[in-house]
């Protein structure tokens, strides 16, 4: 009866470790044949001491390109990262937020809501890779998977290796190389957009409802900070816009300083700062929707400014 005990505990003991050895394996194996394009900027945030970081930068590739974390640290002693990715829209945010609380306990979070003006759960598969990809395996990541996604585009996310199978055939060094993570999640656009003869901010008074799908996990951010003590603030990063704008968005981002008092909550739309900012549309654009190397500059610089007048920072 001992023996046969025994034996059952030998093979129990066997299995768990065929089964622990092949997930360190898969995971190893998924790893390097992941996407390295995206992977640097929110390496840089898991990076941080645990709780660390005073303001967290969160939203959409406009504050990827648009706020820098570096800057914020270098020029004010303020503690930041940039945990924004491309593509992000607010039902990734949300999800984005539960996981960074789960390693820092911010004093503000900065979102962007330039996102508001798209109706849908996700931007992309390819956006949503980004952020995936990127995650800890945590509960945030299943559940943002789960609730985002149909039952058949599910798989792809929760194991990336189904995506990048093939990427064997173009691995490089820097596929094995460990992160970047010296730029705090920022991302620097360099070269300069000229808009279209006539772009014209429009006037604070024009406004237009963001989408319900958006406001909907605005409102799950909101609450979440509230529960959390944190202090959250609202921006809007400057753009320029094509001649024809069928999402109207300086008119839904001007909407939104009635949704910020609704909540009470602070919203600074930077498109009516320009003096204020020193910022030039024809010098400070990288291209349509995002700054480059100096907007960036420019903006950061009044934001931390901004942080240590109104947040003791």
Known sequence: MEKKKTSVLRGILRTAAFALLFAFLFHAVSTVLADKRFRD??????????????VLLMGSSRVHNG??????????????????QDGQVLPVTWYALREALRYQKP?????????????????????LHRTTDNMSVGLPRVEMIYDLLPKGERAEFLFNIITYHTRWKELTAVDFAPADVSGKGDEILEGTYQPYEGFA??????????????LRYLD??????????????????PFTTAEDDDLSRQEVLNGMAEYAREKGLPYINMMHMTEE?????????????????EGMRKVTDWLGRYLQQNYGL
């Not at 900065?110 to 931007?123: A, C, E």
């Not at 900012?277 to 190397?293: E, I, P, R, V």
């Open 277 to 293: 900012l020193g910022f030039d549309f024809s010098t400070d654009m990288a291209d349509m929707y995002h700054l480059n190397a």
């Open 220 to 237: 799950k951010i909101v609450e979440l900070c509230e529960k959390e003590g944190i202090e959250l603030l609202l921006v809007s990063v």
């Open 41 to 54: 900027s929110m390496a840089a945030f898991y990076a941080e001491p645990r709780n660390s970081v005073e």
């Open 107 to 127: 004093k503000v979070v900065v979102l962007d809501v330039y996102k508001v003006i798209q109706d849908s759960l996700i931007d992309s598969p390819a956006s």
């Open 67 to 84: 706020i820098s974390a570096a800057q914020l640290e270098e020029e004010f002693g303020i503690r930041a990262n940039n945990f924004s």
């Open 201 to 214: 901010v429009v006037p604070e008074s024009v406004t237009a409802s963001g989408a319900e799908c958006e």
